[in-house]
């Protein structure tokens, strides 16, 4: 399916690894019997949400990347949270100093080339599924990986619904090269 070029719709995250994606499926599958469940592929821990965006910015977006310098760090999913009308989502339930730091910088450049980005305080969660209920008495085992990239991802409406496409990817400080 061919997308109109014009504006992309592009945010900032921390992608999760296959086998840890398919792990919180498992357990997300066990644990919540009702609501859209989000596809594992789909999983990630978004640093800074740009909405429409023209798609003459993309490459001073992927300049703007490059120029992050954070450290690698372990991000541990260990809570359970409802977010607006519906979402049920993994966070840390004490984030890294780092994952603030690095989202505070993409924030702080981005606002410098002019992208107004979403007033609230960074909240880091990974989504498990819209129109859903929290199940009480629900306690998450831990979830983690080591965050060593971020991404800029284009979010697709396909047929088989929205799908994220990554466009570029930058290191994180300590993280070894993949080769």
Known sequence: MQAHADTLRLF????????????IAQWRDGQLPSGRKV?????????????????TRLEALKHLAAAIEAPSFELKLDGLIALGKGFVCLRPQSPPAALLQLATSLGQALGAQGIV???????PHLTLARQAELPPHCTPPTFSWAADRFVLYLSENTRDGVRYRELGSWPLAGAEAAG
């Open 39 to 55: 596809v594992p592929e789909n999983f990630h821990l978004t640093l800074a949400f740009l909405g429409a965006q023209p798609a």
């Open 12 to 23: 900032f995250a921390l992608p999760c690894p296959p086998e840890q994606a398919a792990a």
């Open 117 to 123: 980005l979403d007033s609230r305080p960074f909240l």
